[in-house]
């Protein structure tokens, strides 16, 4: 099929532009720059669509991850792919033969598995998300996730994946991190290729000149329109777009921006109502949510129903609604006037008559101007934009340098029309940036001795612009399910601490999450980026209208339905060990083996590393052969008079005699004490040990662990040094007696020869820490597709 058939089909008869055409029939660029409202979300979508599906193209990685600023734009591009999808016959669920599943990252429940997605590494999927929710996981520190999924995710979001970044303006701190980690996969390799694509209609492509990736800037190939495309017809209808410009007679200063600003806020409301057109839509854009709540509830006071608020701050369920209402080209005889944050500013398909917008950077600016007679229909009855002065002083979250230079260069102008707009030539932001040293760091998944994590959030986003995630339950308590996505609501991290500071002081607990015990627990620490906090609805703080308002809204939150589809994973669980059908160990070792060969082959793995990744599934759960584990799968009526067998899986629902126990920890000790001497040893021992996520890279015991009464013997993750794992059948070999030594434990050269950590070290320095990561994302998901197949039949 020809790219425009292809194109037509899946847009219900609209041709591409030429230059969406020559992205699908030629080779990837590195940056796009193309003026807004020419649909470059189709661009990348049905060109990746049209070389994997139609042309074959090797080249092109098989997972497409659109990484964008905000929460709002994320689902629309989820609607839009799916829609261009079902037109072309090729929307299914993941692992379908011949489709391609649609996935929105956003923490919660249907992240805690992974499975809905991340256990289809052979099929082609686009992935979703914000630049928290996808970043955090591409620096093994998934946000809203399992931690012990956080291997699986990097693998897959490094190996295979063609990243997409969209309206890079407004990254922040987390766009020099997109371009270190692009260098970092250029020079550290990656086990199947990786490639990044950044886009906007004010790109400064000096603004990817990080340390590492500044030598490869020069040879960055570029997709611009051509003069032929500027001067047609359909692009001068964008970009010539009528568009007056004035500067608002209101303005924020610091008399009036005391006492939450209310003053300000009164002329504001005064000053859009004295310009909103009848059956027309307005639409303010304030740059603090704060302002945008105060602005949208005074409004709903002068004219009720006829006000519509979107920022980041509001649960899925409401955003859903949001968003659906934001789709309305009807507005009523009166109209309506949309509030918003710069949750709207980019990639929003949203057009207005009259626009409000406070001082923002130019980059900003020019993105919020096109969502004004965004496709020039206002041309002939007249549009008009506003742009609103900040005092110096009241600029946060940017700051007055930056904004004095946009004023400079918007008091200059009398129109917003595109094609007269000067391009962008800020400079970069300075903001951390993440050495290679560190993101080595972060492939370490333990937290360090004090229960913390490297705090990755600076390379993420501005400091200004951090959040956490909350949801409400009615009574909460330890034994409350995993959030669900829709549940969750973004949080500053100044306001939730104002929040949880007010209400500690009446005794109201804030809970967190405690993956050890698997229960929640009171959270003790300090808010940070990444938290998911549960809340006690009985002390509101949440509207369905406002979104999160801590300090005003007082009345109980109406708590969206909690849903038993999450896993609350403790460290020492076995939750996949626990299944209707009993399945034999020996057995489960063979099935996993041979998930192994068929997933290595269907990935194209070489031959080397695939035949040590069957073996790694071969021996993966040798380990639960151990009496802790046995006794745990025999513990119940149903297995009553089994003991006689070793059981890989059992209905069995109690927990290890010794809570941390490990049994892949005592399969990767087996490993080395039996075929240590042998080629690949290493690598088989930290997959064998790693295909649950809790043993990796340290070897060392929990800090609450109970120890063995013997004072001198070692143990570790629930294994104690002298454990002894009887005679098991291990396909292609008997094992006797295995004795347990954790000398490994030690630093140095001991009795098993160097320790864990060394040997994990010179792994990670002869794989890198993306393929490591992509050989251990293997061997988990073998597993996991063998576990599911036995409970399909009595395997």
């Known amino acids: 099929m020809a790219y425009t058939d292809f194109f037509a089909r899946a847009t219900d008869g609209m041709p591409p532009f030429p230059y969406q055409t020559r992205l699908a029939e030629h080779g990837w660029p590195d940056v796009m720059n193309v ?141 020099p991190t997109t371009a270190q980690l692009e260098a970092f996969r250029r020079s550290l390799a990656t086990a199947k290729g990786a490639r990044s694509l950044w886009m906007s209609a004010t790109l400064n492509p000096d603004w990817l000149g990080t340390v590492n990736f500044r030598p490869y800037l020069e040879a960055l190939s570029v997709l611009e329109l051509s003069e032929e495309e500027r001067r047609s017809a359909a692009v001068r209808q964008r970009r010539e777009s009528s568009k007056p410009l004035a500067r608002a007679e209101v303005a924020l200063t610091r008399d009036n921006a005391k006492s939450g600003a209310a003053a300000y806020i009164k002329e504001l409301v005064e000053a859009v109502q004295a310009v909103h057109q009848p059956g027309t839509q307005s639409l303010v854009i304030l740059n603090t949510v704060e302002r945008a709540q105060a602005l949208y509830e005074q409004l709903e006071k002068a004219c009720p129903g006829r006000a519509l608020l979107v920022h980041s701050r509001f649960r899925q369920q409401e955003r859903a609604r949001i968003n659906a209402a934001l789709t309305e080209t009807e507005f009523g005889d009166e109209g309506r006037i949309v509030v918003a944050t710069q949750a709207i500013e980019a990639g929003v398909d949203i057009s207005s008559r009259t626009l409000f917008t406070e001082l923002a950077p130019w980059s900003s600016l020019v993105q919020r101007f096109g969502r004004c007679n965004r496709y020039g229909e206002w041309n002939d009855t007249g549009a008009a934009l506003y742009w609103i002065d900040i005092e110096a002083g009241q600029s946060s979250p940017y700051d007055d340098e930056t904004l004095q230079a946009a004023r400079e260069k918007v008091a200059a102008l009398d129109s917003a029309t595109p094609g007269q707009l000067s391009a962008t030539d800020e400079e ?35 400091a200004d612009d951090l959040d956490a995630q909350v949801f409400w339950r009615s009574q909460p308590d330890g034994e409350q399910p995993q959030p669900h996505r829709d549940e969750i609501c973004r949080a500053s991290l100044s306001q939730l601490k104002r929040y949880m500071d007010k209400r500690k002081k009446h005794g109201v607990v804030t809970w967190q999450w405690d993956s050890l015990d698997g229960k929640w627990k009171p959270f003790q620490g300090n808010v940070r980026p990444g938290l998911v906090l549960m809340l006690d609805a009985a002390h509101g703080g949440y509207d369905e209208a406002v979104g999160f308002r801590p300090e005003q809204i007082k009345k109980p939150v109406s708590v969206a339905a909690a849903r038993e589809d999450g896993t609350n994973e403790r460290y020492g669980g076995d939750g996949r060990s626990r299944q ?6 020996s057995e489960h070792l063979s099935h996993v083996e041979r998930e192994a060969r068929a997933l290595t082959s269907s990935v194209a793995l070489e031959d080397e590393v695939a035949d040590r990744i069957a073996r790694a599934g071969r021996w993966h759960d040798v380990g639960k052969a151990h009496d802790v584990f046995q006794r745990t799968m025999t513990a119940c009526d149903r297995m009553a008079g089994n003991s006689d067998r070793q059981w890989a899986k059992s209905p069995c629902r109690g927990r290890h005699e010794r809570p941390y126990f490990r049994h892949e920890l005592a399969s990767m000790l087996a490993w080395l004490l039996h075929h240590g001497d042998e080629p690949g040893a290493d690598l088989i021992a930290y997959l064998v040990a790693a295909h649950h996520g809790k043993v990796r890279m340290s070897l060392r015991a929990l800090p609450d662990e109970k120890s063995p009464e013997e004072p001198d ?55 890198g820490p993306f393929r490591l990561a992509w050989y251990e994302t293997l061997v988990r998901l073998a597993d996991w597709r063998a576990s599911g197949k036995e409970q399909e039949t009595d395997a």
């Open 428 to 462: 970069a932001p300075l903001t951390s940036v993440l050495r290679r040293r560190d993101f080595i760091a972060l492939f370490n998944t333990d937290p360090d001795l004090s229960g913390f994590d490297v705090d990755v959030s600076p390379y993420i986003r501005d």
């Open 35 to 175: 003026p807004t409202g020419l649909g470059k979300t189709a661009a990348v979508t049905l060109a990746w669509l049209y070389k994997r599906q139609q042309l074959g193209d090797e080249a092109t990685p098989r997972r497409l991850i659109w990484c964008l600023p905000m929460r709002v734009l994320a689902e629309q591009t989820r609607d839009a792919a799916e829609l261009w999808l079902e037109h072309l016959g090729l929307l299914g669920a993941p692992g379908e033969p011949g489709r391609v599943s649609v996935h929105l990252l956003m923490g919660g429940s249907d992240d805690a598995s992974a499975a809905h997605w991340a256990e289809h590494p052979e099929s082609d999927m686009i992935l979703i998300g914000t630049q928290d929710m996808l970043l955090s996981r591409a620096l093994m520190r998934g946000y809203g996730m399992s931690r012990f999924q956080w291997p699986i995710h990097f693998s897959l979001l490094h190996n295979d994946a063609l990243w997409v970044f969209d309206e890079i303006q407004l990254m922040g701190s987390g766009l």
């Open 713 to 767: 013997r070692r143990y570790a993750r629930g294994v104690w040094e002298d454990d002894r794992l009887p005679p098991i059948e291990v396909p292609g070999e008997t094992l006797p007696e295995t004795r347990l030594r954790l000398d490994l434990m030690e630093m140095g050269e001991g009795a098993m020869g160097p320790s864990w950590s060394e040997r994990v070290h010179r792994l990670l320095d002869e794989h």
């Open 580 to 585: 209707s059908l009993p399945v034999v160990l």
